[in-house]
């Protein structure tokens, strides 16, 4: 497999990818292949993958369901 070297990465981008690829736990090699994958062949997205997406994000977040009461509180929250 080929072999990438990058010189005089920015401090700033640097800590970026590093947070980047500690949120999405990955490797920074692993986030930056990622990256450049995404940039290089995006993938169009289809509502169902999205949906998908959204579903596991919030299985992973353990938040309760928005119901329309709860909306309906927050949004008078502070209100007279």
Do not use: C, D, F, W
């Not at 970026?16 to 995006?42: G, T």
């Amino acid at each position: 497999m080929p072999t990438l070297t990058i010189k005089n990465i920015p401090r700033r981008t640097y800590e970026r990818l590093k947070k980047q690829a500690h949120i999405h736990h990955r490797s920074i090699n692993s986030h930056v292949i990622h990256s450049l994958e995404s940039v290089m062949e995006p993938q169009h997205a289809t509502a169902e993958s999205m949906l998908q997406q959204i579903a596991r994000i919030r299985n992973r977040l353990a938040v309760s369901p928005l119901t329309g009461k709860y909306i309906s509180a927050a949004k008078n929250e502070g209100r007279l």
